[in-house]
C-alpha cells in the first residue's frame, strides 16, 4: 500500500505537500524539466527570444503564450520520437510588454498596432517534433520539417460540413464563405484516433469589436441584423482591441466574421502544408475540448463542454465508423450528429440531437437549415431545454463507457436554480460527474450520470465538500478544468482557480482522482505550479512513462494582492521569475515533461 493512508488508491506515488510559492514541484522520485517556453525558437532559422525587442516576424517561428493543450503522437514504434502539439490559448499583455500597465490594457492605450500582431501571432497552437535521448530525456528537434505555429495571424484554414459556404459565413475577404485566416483562444483540444490534433475554439468573443458603444461604454448591438445570436454568444467581447487595428474583428464591417470562430479545428501535424480545417458538424460554441474516443459500436464521438456558466455538454457521434484508413479530413468529423445533454435528477442522461426539422428546431423558431442550426447551436440548446451546468469544461472519455465531465465552478448559481446535476448554489469550487453511458457504448443517446466529487475544502462544513475521507489535507482541490486518463484507465485532473487561489491557500495542480473501488472519491496531489499559474496539458504517452504538463500565466493569477502588492506593471515587477528566475526576463509560460527518476510508468 502507498504511503500516507491512501491504501485503497491506485496510484502509487508520496503525495506532494498543497502550498503555493514562486516555483513548481513535484512528487518525491519524479522529474518535471522545462521542454518548451515562451519564445523559444522552434524552427531552424527562428530568432532568438528577444523580450525587449519582440516582433511579429519572429512570434511565428517563436513558441507561443498561454500553453494550454498538450497532444503527442508518435513517429516511430518504440515512441521515442514524436510531434508535440500545443494549443495558446491567449495573451497577458502586461506579462508580455515591456512598459505596458495595467491600466493601458484594460484601455488598450498602450495597445498599437505592431503589439496586436505580435499577439495574434502568440496565438494559436504549434506543432514541434520531439525526441527522447540515451539519458531518458526529451528535448525538441529544432531542424525537423514538420515545425511550425498555427496562428490568427496568417495561417489558412478551411470550413467543412453543413455551416461551409452558407450566407452566414462570408465576408469581404471570403465571398465563398469556406476559408479563415486562423484560431483563437484554444482552449482544451485531443487527439483523433488517426493521429490528427483537434483545436477547441473557447472563448472567442472576446477578440470581437464594435465601435457604437452605449451611454455607459458598452457594446450596442441593436442595429446588427443577428443581434439575437450576438447576445446569446456574448459578442462582441471587446477583451482585445483587434478590432482597431483589422476589420475582420470589427463587426460593424465585418458582422459575419464571428460566425465563423467557435468551432473544432483539425490539424494534420504529419502534413505542415496541410491548411487546418473547423469541423462546422461539431457545433458553435465556447468549446472547451475535443476528446475523442472509438464507441463500442465503431463510430467516432467527441465529448465537448461549453464552458459558460449555465452553458451545456455536448457530444458528437459520427454517421460512419472508424476504418484502418481514416485521417485528416475525414467524413467522421462532417458527417455526424451533434448532441446536447440532459440530466435528470433520477440519474438518467438523454443525448438530444441537434437536427434541423426534429422537435422545435424548425423555420418557424428560425432555424432555416442545419447550418442554422449549427451556427446558433446555444439557441437551438436552449429550446430542447438542455441542462443548465456549471461551466463544462474539460470532458474525457474511457473506452469502457465511461466520461467523467469538469465542472469548474459557478459562483452566480442561485439557491432557486440548482438542479440534480449542479446542486451546489455559488458554487466556488466546482463538481466533477461520471457519465455511464447505455450498455458501454459512447454512441448511446441515454445513460447514468453520478457525481464523483464535490470539490473544496473538506474540513469547512458550508462548503459541502464531498470526497473520499481516505483524502488528505494535500489532496483535496477546487476548480477541476483539464483530466486526462492514463494507460491504466485511471483519472488525472487539473486546477484553474483562477483569482480565487487565495480561497484554498493552495497553487493550481495535478491530482489523482480515483474512480474505482473502496478508494473511489480520493484525490492525491502529485505536481503543483508556481504562483500564479494555472495547470492545463495534463498528457499522458501511452507507455505512461512520459506526462506532458503545460504551466499557463505563471505570476499572474490572483497575484494582485499578494503580499500586498499592488502591481501596475506585472512584467517589472512580477510574483515570480519562473522559469528563469533571470531579473531580465518575465515570468513565461512553459511546457514541461515528467519522468520517473531512473525510467518506467508513471504513479505505478
Ligand atoms: Fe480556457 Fe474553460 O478554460
Ligand atoms: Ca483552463
Ligand atoms: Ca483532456
Ligand atoms: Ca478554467
Known amino acids: ?9 491506485r496510484y502509487v506515488f508520496d503525495e506532494l505537500s498543497a502550498g503555493n510559492d514562486e516555483t513548481h514541484h513535484i512528487a518525491a522520485g519524479y522529474d518535471a524539466d522545462i521542454l518548451l517556453r515562451w519564445g523559444d525558437p522552434i524552427t531552424a532559422d527562428a530568432p532568438e527570444f528577444d523580450v525587449m525587442n519582440q516582433t511579429a516576424e519572429a512570434q511565428l517561428k517563436q513558441f507561443g503564450y498561454n500553453n494550454d493543450y498538450v497532444g503527442f503522437t508518435a513517429l516511430n514504434d518504440e515512441g521515442t520520437r514524436g510531434l508535440l502539439c500545443v494549443n495558446h490559448e491567449y495573451t497577458n499583455e502586461e506579462v508580455m510588454f515591456p512598459g505596458l500597465g495595467r491600466q493601458d490594457r484594460d484601455g ?3 495597445m498599437t498596432k505592431e503589439l496586436v500582431d505580435i499577439e ?3 496565438h494559436g497552437g504549434t506543432v514541434v517534433e520531439i525526441a527522447k535521448g540515451a539519458d531518458g530525456k526529451w528535448a525538441l528537434v529544432r531542424d525537423s520539417r514538420y515545425n511550425r505555429r498555427i496562428t490568427p495571424h496568417s495561417t489558412e484554414m478551411t470550413i467543412s460540413g453543413p455551416a461551409a459556404g452558407h450566407d452566414r459565413m462570408k465576408t469581404n475577404a471570403d465571398p465563398e464563405g469556406m476559408t479563415v485566416i486562423g484560431t483563437v483562444n484554444n482552449c482544451a483540444g485531443g487527439m483523433t484516433p488517426w493521429g490528427t490534433y483537434l483545436m477547441a ?5 472576446g477578440y470581437f469589436w464594435t465601435d457604437v458603444v452605449d451611454g455607459e461604454g458598452k457594446p450596442d448591438i441593436s442595429a446588427h441584423a443577428d443581434a439575437a445570436s450576438k447576445k446569446r454568444y456574448g459578442v462582441p467581447g471587446m477583451w482585445y482591441n483587434w478590432g482597431q487595428h ?10 459575419n466574421e464571428p460566425n465563423r470562430w467557435g468551432w473544432i479545428v483539425e490539424v494534420d501535424p504529419r502534413n505542415p502544408d496541410a491548411p487546418p480545417i473547423k469541423h462546422t458538424a461539431l457545433g458553435r460554441f465556447r468549446h472547451e475540448g475535443a476528446e475523442t474516443t472509438i464507441a463500442s459500436d465503431g463510430k467516432l464521438v467527441v465529448y465537448s ?3 459558460n456558466r449555465f452553458d451545456y455538454m455536448y457530444k458528437y457521434v459520427s454517421n460512419g465508423t472508424v476504418t484502418e484508413d481514416a485521417g485528416f479530413g475525414s467524413d467522421l468529423l462532417s458527417d455526424g450528429t451533434l448532441y446536447v445533454a440532459r440530466f435528470d435528477a433520477d440519474g438518467t442522461i438523454t443525448w438530444m440531437p441537434l437536427v434541423h426539422g426534429e422537435g422545435p428546431l424548425t423555420a418557424e423558431n428560425g432555424f432555416a437549415s442545419q447550418a442554422d442550426v449549427l451556427i446558433d447551436t446555444r439557441i437551438a440548446a436552449d429550446l430542447l431545454g438542455a441542462t443548465p451546468m456549471d461551466r463544462p469544461e474539460d470532458a474525457q472519455p474511457r473506452g469502457d463507457g465511461t466520461a467523467y465531465v469538469m465542472l469548474t465552478n459557478n459562483t452566480r448559481r442561485k439557491a432557486d436554480q440548482i438542479n440534480a446535476a449542479n446542486p451546489r448554489p455559488e458554487s ?4 466533477i460527474i461520471e457519465i455511464k453511458e447505455e450498455g458501454g457504448n459512447h454512441s448511446a443517446t441515454t445513460g447514468t450520470w453520478s457525481i464523483l466529487v464535490k470539490c473544496g475544502d473538506p474540513a469547512i462544513a458550508e462548503v459541502g465538500a464531498q470526497w473520499n475521507p481516505e483524502t488528505s489535507e494535500n489532496g483535496w482541490f477546487g476548480s477541476p478544468d483539464n483530466c486526462a486518463i492514463d494507460a491504466d484507465g485511471r483519472l488525472w485532473i487539473s486546477t484553474d482557480q483562477g483569482s480565487s487561489w487565495g480561497k484554498t491557500g493552495k497553487s493550481d495542480g495535478l491530482y489523482a482522482l480515483e474512480t474505482e473501488g473502496a478508494g473511489r472519491g480520493t484525490s492525491k496531489l502529485f505536481f503543483r505550479c508556481p504562483i500564479g499559474g494555472e495547470l ?8 505512461q512513462e512520459t506526462l506532458f504538463l503545460a504551466v499557463q500565466h505563471p505570476g499572474t493569477d490572483g497575484t494582485k494582492d499578494f503580499k500586498g502588492f499592488e502591481r501596475d506593471s506585472v512584467f517589472e515587477d512580477p510574483a515570480t521569475r519562473w522559469p528563469d528566475f533571470d531579473p531580465n526576463m518575465p515570468p513565461r509560460p512553459s511546457v514541461l515533461v515528467v519522468t520517473k527518476q531512473g525510467g518506467g510508468k508513471i504513479a505505478v
Open 536 to 543: 492545463c496539458g495534463p498528457y499522458f504517452t501511452e507507455d
Open 1 to 9: 500500500a502507498a504511503a500516507g493512508g491512501h491504501g485503497a488508491s
Open 120 to 122: 495574434m501571432a502568440a
Open 246 to 255: 483589422h476589420d475582420r474583428w470589427n463587426i460593424d464591417k465585418e458582422p
Open 108 to 110: 488598450f492605450a498602450g
Open 305 to 307: 463542454g461549453d464552458d
Open 428 to 431: 466556488s469550487f466546482g463538481h
Open 201 to 205: 475554439e473557447e472563448n472567442f468573443h
